[in-house]
């Protein structure tokens, strides 16, 4: 069996997170995406475990059931050193118990809580009680952990079960660093809102026997991932060294000459690129055998968007998503494989954007210090497609 997983998300328990994240807003939201497991996130709080418990069915192996999607148990915490770290664990009960291990002083209040612990004491924690750990979008250069360290045996003293490439970066980039030949990748939304073009954003597609947590820990352990989905890194927030007040973009070797501070005063960020230029044993990508492909995403919803110039959240914009939906039966299914004639009877601008994201001619202008990168179709290659 082939599925689509987005193992790591928060709920509206959580800081900066939409109160409509909620087990019954995220179900039918993931459902249209074409999702079919959802990580909780949040596994920790007492509010936010209620919930799953009073609108899921809970099946033998650690899979919470609802009518529109299956979710697993997962949470983000934060350690000593401001390391996030993604849990998958296999029940409520076990959550519940781990819970009274982590020294936490906001464990019952924030849905991503700080523990007083390292890397490596909570993976010892998480290991005993038969969860997986890995460290949550590896290379931002906030909270991760290439930003506090050079190498994950310095934080975990041995491989973390998965790493989390996190927006920013894709397996091109990641599998230039030798240590991580053997680790195997996930690709996650980090969803704080239950709008189609946050949730599953980035997701993974998994061989399992069956939708378990069991299953899910083998289908990871062994490497079973068939492909990773995900934004090219370059739309990325933190992929190139910014300022994160004005947004200029600054070659590392200009941000370090001027102190990592910008002309307007803000705070020149280091981006991802060249982060892992520093860590990196190569110059370029040595993909092992077990890695899957990586393959380029962007929520459809945006591409309506910047094709109409027209807010993702519009009803206008909604609608045209709403009907390629219906029509195709999910947004994956429509964005990947949809004949392009047919989105065209739909929308025919849609359907020009989405000749253009699938071709690769789009124009990408790089992310950086704390903004999202751009997209820009050209219109000139485009026009004759469908005359």
């Known amino acids: 069996m082939i599925i689509n997983a987005d193992l790591h998300i ?101 849905g991503r809580p700080k523990v007083r612990m390292r890397g490596s004491e909570i993976m010892d924690l998480v290991h005993e009680y ?19 360290y050079d190498s994950y045996k310095d934080c975990y003293g041995k491989a973390p079960d998965f790493l989390e490439l996190g927006l920013s970066a894709d397996t091109n980039m990641a599998d230039r660093i030798k240590e991580l030949q053997d680790i195997p990748f996930l690709t996650n939304s980090d969803a704080h809102s239950p709008w189609p073009h946050r949730l599953g954003r980035e997701f993974n597609q998994l061989k399992v026997d069956e939708i378990s947590f069991s299953a899910i820990k083998k289908s990871i352990k062994r490497k079973n991932i068939r492909a990773n989905y995900g934004f090219d890194p370059r739309l990325g927030k933190y992929h190139l060294t910014a300022c994160t007040r004005c947004y200029k973009i600054y070659k590392p070797e200009e941000a370090i000459k001027v102190g990592m501070k910008c002309s307007c005063g803000g705070t020149i960020k280091k981006g991802v690129d060249y982060r892992i230029h520093e860590i990196a044993t190569w110059k370029k990508p040595h993909h092992p055998s077990h890695r899957p492909p990586y393959i380029h995403i962007m929520p459809l919803a945006e591409i309506i968007s910047m094709k109409h110039g027209k807010g993702v959240t519009t009803r206008y914009v909604q609608r045209i998503w709403g009907k390629l939906v219906e029509e195709f039966g999910n947004e994956i299914k429509a964005l990947l494989d949809a004949p392009l004639d047919k989105i065209r009877e739909v929308d025919a601008e849609t359907a020009l954007a989405i000749r253009a994201f699938r071709n690769g001619s789009l124009v990408i202008v790089p992310g950086g210090g704390g903004r999202y990168g751009e997209i820009r179709f050209p219109e000139n290659t485009l026009d004759a497609y469908f005359r």
């Open 130 to 148: 038969d969860g997986l750990i890995g460290p949550s979008h590896a290379f931002t250069p906030w909270t991760s952990l290439y930003k506090s």
């Open 10 to 110: 928060h709920s509206c328990f959580s800081q900066a997170t939409s109160q409509k994240m909620t087990i019954d807003n995220i179900a039918p939201q993931a459902k249209l995406k074409g999702l079919d497991l959802v990580g909780t996130g949040d596994g920790f709080h007492p509010k936010w475990l209620r919930m799953i418990i009073e609108s899921t069915e809970e099946t033998e192996d650690g899979i919470y059931s609802h009518a529109d999607c299956d979710f697993i148990i997962t949470s983000e915490v934060e350690d000593l050193r401001r390391v996030h770290h993604l849990l998958i664990l296999p029940s409520i009960k076990t959550a519940i118990e781990l819970k009274e291990n982590l020294p936490s002083s906001n464990i019952n209040k924030e």
